[in-house]
């Protein structure tokens, strides 16, 4: 039995989930999107007719997920949301309390409030809450892990995580809430919950974190998408944005855009994590773990190189001489079908848009899996909760000038930070 799902969302977020949607119809058959909702007709209108044409799914067209709910002829079981985050915990929820499964894109909520809310629904429901994070579900990440695991740099000491670069005083991805605190924007938080939960899923949970952070470029210039991000351009043109700015507007940012971090996880292993998007002339990204007997070199995610392993004296493992080292690793049965029935990997050329469509298609298997067969997502709440958890813990040391637990950030014994957001969108709770 497929699983019926509406796509909650038909921004940019929304068009790439439907191009994962279409990959996933091309192997599996588990999912059926039956809805797209969007309170822009225009914009659910353009998504749903790229669903039309590229599966044999006719999706409705709903102004809202109210709308979606209260018609009987598409039998909604599931919804994806993909909206901006203000809204997940608000649709999350009343979803779960409607009886539906939930898929909701990363950060899980706006902040840990509003995810122990939707945690709560979750219980008293049994609804599945599945979080798409999709950094980890790379099978370059999976070898990463794998390696990891088997000891093939010995015991870890340390990981170093840096994404260093700058967005030329422009606003993050052209929307203007991603340069608000109080909408959970800034690059720190909006992407780097993806270097947190890619961290998390290499090295183990972590216990505490200290850092500095600043919010450097306060001016931003609202350009046009094509402009800031124009690899993505082409997916989101059919989007239209909540506010009254235009392109060429002066935004004001007061969100974080740069965070330098230190942490310590549960292993004993110490990690350093630095993110910012207002480092003009001068760019970093690297993703290393450090170990007994050498250092494990990860790619960036998304991009089909081969991770590599160079040991105290210079010698180079990478390619297929990696997968000698993990004997018995190989990818789980939907990956696998996804990259044309390939088991084990150490590279793979794919141009980034597929990739991306890919390990969405990964994301919807993952909720289908966890309905259908009464198991827990592999990206549930408790992970999505870690790894967002870790981004605020960024955020709220940097306030406070001190060490954070994380457990104390999950729990809300800290939340500094999150209060003037939690204050401005009226979230209330445990």
Same mark, same amino acid.
């Given at each position: 039995m497929a699983l019926n799902v509406a796509l909650v969302g038909a921004g940019g977020m929304g068009m790439r989930h439907a191009t994962g949607y279409i990959e996933l119809r091309k192997y599996l058959d588990d999912v059926r999107m039956v809805a797209v909702c969007d309170p822009h007709l225009e914009s659910a209108e353009a998504v749903a007719r790229v669903?039309?044409? $590229?599966?044999?799914?006719?999706?409705?067209?709903?102004?809202?997920?109210?709308?979606?709910? $209260?018609?009987?002829?598409? $039998?909604?079981?599931?919804?994806?949301?993909?909206?901006s985050t203000p809204a997940h915990h608000v649709l999350a929820i009343e979803a779960m309390e409607s009886g539906l499964h939930v898929m909701v894109e990363k950060p899980m909520g706006l902040t840990l409030t509003a995810c122990r809310l939707m945690q709560k629904a979750e219980e008293s429901t049994g609804r599945v809450l599945s979080i798409s994070e999709n950094f980890r579900r790379d099978p370059m990440n999976r070898l990463a892990r794998a390696l990891l695991d088997a000891g093939?740099? $010995?015991?870890?000491?340390?990981?170093?995580?840096?994404?260093i670069g700058s967005a030329n005083r422009g606003v993050m991805h052209s929307t203007v809430w991603r340069a608000k605190k109080d909408q959970a924007g800034g690059v720190v938080l909006d992407a780097g919950v993806h270097n947190a939960d890619l961290l998390l899923y290499l090295m183990g949970p972590a216990v505490r974190v200290f850092a500095e952070t600043d919010v450097n470029d306060r001016e931003r210039l609202l350009r046009p998408m094509s402009d800031q991000a124009p690899g993505l351009a082409a997916i989101y043109t059919h989007r239209r944005e909540a506010g009254g700015e235009e392109v060429g507007d002066v935004v004001e940012q007061d969100a974080v855009d740069t965070a330098f971090a230190s942490i310590r996880f549960e292993s004993g292993a110490a990690g350093q994590m630095i993110i910012s998007d207002a480092s003009h002339g001068y760019g970093l990204g690297d993703s290393v773990v450090v170990g007994s007997e050498g250092t494990l070199y990860r790619?960036?995610?998304?991009?089909?190189?081969?991770p590599r392993i160079v040991r105290d004296d210079g010698s180079v493992v990478e390619g297929d001489d990696l997968l000698e080292l993990v004997p018995d690793w190989e990818l789980d049965d939907v990956t696998s079908s996804l990259w044309d029935g390939e088991l084990r990997m150490s590279s793979y050329e794919m141009d980034f848009r597929q990739i991306d469509a890919k390990i969405i298609a990964i994301e919807y298997m993952d909720l289908a899996g966890a309905v259908m067969d009464g198991r827990s997502p592999e990206v549930g709440s408790d992970e999505g909760m870690a790894a967002l958890a870790l981004a605020y813990g960024v955020m709220e040391s940097g306030e406070a000038h001190q060490a954070v637990k994380i457990e104390d950030v999950v729990s809300g014994k800290v939340r500094g930070f999150q209060d003037e957001i939690d204050r401005a969108a009226g979230i209330v709770g445990c």
């Amino acid at each position: 039995m497929a699983l019926n799902v509406a796509l909650v969302g038909a921004g940019g977020m929304g068009m790439r989930h439907a191009t994962g949607y279409i990959e996933l119809r091309k192997y599996l058959d588990d999912v059926r999107m039956v809805a797209v909702c969007d309170p822009h007709l225009e914009s659910a209108e353009a998504v749903a007719r790229v669903i039309v044409e $590229g599966t044999p799914e006719e999706p409705k067209v709903f102004s809202s997920l109210a709308e979606a709910m $209260g018609s009987k002829e598409i $039998g909604l079981d599931a919804v994806d949301i993909v909206t901006s985050t203000p809204a997940h915990h608000v649709l999350a929820i009343e979803a779960m309390e409607s009886g539906l499964h939930v898929m909701v894109e990363k950060p899980m909520g706006l902040t840990l409030t509003a995810c122990r809310l939707m945690q709560k629904a979750e219980e008293s429901t049994g609804r599945v809450l599945s979080i798409s994070e999709n950094f980890r579900r790379d099978p370059m990440n999976r070898l990463a892990r794998a390696l990891l695991d088997a000891g093939a740099i $010995g015991d870890a000491y340390f990981a170093l995580d840096f994404s260093i670069g700058s967005a030329n005083r422009g606003v993050m991805h052209s929307t203007v809430w991603r340069a608000k605190k109080d909408q959970a924007g800034g690059v720190v938080l909006d992407a780097g919950v993806h270097n947190a939960d890619l961290l998390l899923y290499l090295m183990g949970p972590a216990v505490r974190v200290f850092a500095e952070t600043d919010v450097n470029d306060r001016e931003r210039l609202l350009r046009p998408m094509s402009d800031q991000a124009p690899g993505l351009a082409a997916i989101y043109t059919h989007r239209r944005e909540a506010g009254g700015e235009e392109v060429g507007d002066v935004v004001e940012q007061d969100a974080v855009d740069t965070a330098f971090a230190s942490i310590r996880f549960e292993s004993g292993a110490a990690g350093q994590m630095i993110i910012s998007d207002a480092s003009h002339g001068y760019g970093l990204g690297d993703s290393v773990v450090v170990g007994s007997e050498g250092t494990l070199y990860r790619p960036p995610s998304r991009r089909g190189s081969s991770p590599r392993i160079v040991r105290d004296d210079g010698s180079v493992v990478e390619g297929d001489d990696l997968l000698e080292l993990v004997p018995d690793w190989e990818l789980d049965d939907v990956t696998s079908s996804l990259w044309d029935g390939e088991l084990r990997m150490s590279s793979y050329e794919m141009d980034f848009r597929q990739i991306d469509a890919k390990i969405i298609a990964i994301e919807y298997m993952d909720l289908a899996g966890a309905v259908m067969d009464g198991r827990s997502p592999e990206v549930g709440s408790d992970e999505g909760m870690a790894a967002l958890a870790l981004a605020y813990g960024v955020m709220e040391s940097g306030e406070a000038h001190q060490a954070v637990k994380i457990e104390d950030v999950v729990s809300g014994k800290v939340r500094g930070f999150q209060d003037e957001i939690d204050r401005a969108a009226g979230i209330v709770g445990c």
